[in-house]
């Protein structure tokens, strides 16, 4: 059974990091690159950031670029997104997601999980 599961969102203010993980299981990670994406209330859901199964490789949304770093750990199977001076437009439910083709924003990401809450307070 395929499994992502996102971990490590919460409330903080406005400047403050947080930093969010998603354990995988049951997909050859290697094979596969790893995307974050977030939804905010009212919004529809929107690319943040992708690392291919290298590390070789990755794309950020202009809106997060310079703030926000992701990561991947293959022996561990966990995607990290590193998330610095947080806005109050950053607040959204965020979600990884693996993509077997293709990476940023028009991979084909066949794998979700369920999604955490990042709320940053003004």
């Known amino acids: 059974e395929v499994q992502l599961v996102e971990s490590g969102g919460g409330l903080v203010q406005s400047g403050g990091s947080l930093r969010l993980s998603c354990a995988t299981s049951g997909f050859t990670f290697d094979d596969y690159t790893i995307g974050w994406f977030r939804q905010a209330p009212g919004k529809e859901r929107e690319f943040v950031a992708s690392i291919t199964w290298s590390a070789g490789i990755t794309y950020y949304a202009d809106s997060v670029k310079g703030r926000f770093t992701i990561s991947r750990d293959n022996a561990k199977r966990m995607g990290n997104l590193q998330m610095d001076s947080l806005k109050p437009e950053d607040t959204a439910v965020y979600y990884c997601?693996?993509?077997?083709?293709?990476?940023?924003?028009?991979?084909?990401?066949?794998?979700w999980g369920q999604g955490t809450q990042v709320t940053v307070s003004s």
């Open positions: 997601a693996a993509s077997d083709y293709g990476l940023g924003p028009r991979g084909r990401y066949n794998y």
